[in-house]
């Protein structure tokens, strides 16, 4: 079955950076598009980046050049953030879209001092 794992959450002060790791499996992750997503509290879910199988990306302007996606031959994406705000504190998910929609559990980040 199709299992999206993420990690690398916590608290970051204002300014800093984190990494955040997907772990996909029970699909053909080489050849499907992945996407971070987030939710901040009490408001809706926002798209962040997609990447698709031929390395293209994909960034929403509210965080274009401050976050990067990529992905590794093993089956897992990455979400790097730098310049953390206040407002970037949500729970980030992963997803892929392979006829229906499947998430991740999510990871909490939250930037405060």
């Known amino acids: 079955q199709v299992q999206l794992v993420e990690s690398g959450g916590g608290l970051v002060q204002p300014g800093g950076s984190l990494r955040l790791s997907c772990a996909a499996s029970g699909f053909t992750f080489s050849s499907s598009a992945m996407n971070w997503a987030r939710q901040a509290p009490g408001k809706g879910l926002e798209w962040l980046s997609t990447i698709y199988s031929d390395g293209s990306t994909n960034y929403a302007a509210s965080v274009k050049g401050r976050i990067t996606i990529s992905r590794d031959n093993a089956g897992t994406v990455y979400l790097e953030m730098k310049s953390l705000k206040p407002e970037d504190t949500a729970v980030y998910y992963c997803?892929?879209?392979?006829?229906?929609?499947?998430w991740g559990q999510g990871t909490q980040v939250t930037v405060s001092s």
């Open positions: 997803r892929v879209d392979l006829g229906r929609t499947y």
